[in-house]
């Protein structure tokens, strides 16, 4: 089955150091795989997506993300964390449809 | 450009009501998805809809319905409501002809049922 895990809830971490937030997946064939973020009471805003080619993928606001395809992993990088950054984060593999993780808080201290 | 836009914003209804939340999408956009996202949770697909078809659907059960009108916009309804109905449904749009699938996602309908 076709499946994305995020093993943590949240993720804190000061402002200026690099933020990690962890993804893996588990499909069959080449994925699809997406970043998507979420602020309080809004909609998803699109950070990211690996398609194929350089396993770096550089996004909006900053962020990036690493394509693993030996571990199945697609972790979102930042060089240095915003307190604006605190969001909810949510990754996600395409196939026929998008499957997505049950999301990271972010929360990024003063 | 207009992104995907969502009405209304909120909604309160009562067990065993019928509810319709609206969608349109992203300028340029022919294909519109539903999400419904509980409290906590990560959003789940519910279905898709292209060329006024339903291409996709996931484990949802038959009282979610949908539609696609001619200019792409979309209804999803909900029949006989549960208090677990109660959550966040969100549309989102993108182009059929792109391989991505590249979603972009409206603000949402909150949907409380009491």
């Known amino acids: 089955a076709q499946s994305v895990a995020q093993p943590e809830d949240q993720v804190n971490v000061a402002e200026g150091n690099p933020l990690t937030v962890k993804c893996t997946y588990s499909v069959s064939g080449n994925p699809y795989l997406f970043w998507y973020v979420q602020y309080p009471n809004r909609g998803l805003q699109f950070l990211l997506k690996?398609?194929?080619?350089?396993?770096l993928v550089k996004g909006s606001y900053g962020f990036e993300a690493e394509f693993n395809k030996s571990q199945t992993s697609f972790h979102l990088k930042k060089p240095s964390a915003l307190v604006s950054d605190s969001a909810l984060y949510f990754c996600a593999v395409k196939t026929d449809k998008l499957i997505f993780g049950t999301g990271t808080r972010l929360q990024v201290f003063p | 450009d207009a992104g995907v836009t969502q009405s209304p914003t909120h909604l309160i209804k009562t067990r065993g009501q019928q509810v319709t939340l609206r969608c349109s999408p992203k300028s340029g956009h022919d294909t519109v998805s539903w999400y419904q996202q509980a409290l906590g949770q990560g959003p789940q697909f519910i279905f898709q809809y292209y060329e006024e078809e339903e291409r996709q659907r996931g484990n949802f059960p038959d009282r979610f319905s949908g539609h696609q009108f001619p200019n792409y916009s979309s209804e999803l309804n909900v029949n006989a409501l549960l208090l677990g109905d109660s959550a966040l449904y969100l549309c989102?749009?993108?182009?059929?002809?792109?391989?991505?699938?590249?979603?972009?996602f409206g603000p949402g309908t909150r949907l409380t049922v009491t």
């Open positions: 690996y398609i194929t080619g350089d396993n």
């Open positions: 989102a749009s993108s182009l059929m002809r792109l391989s991505s699938h590249e979603q972009y």
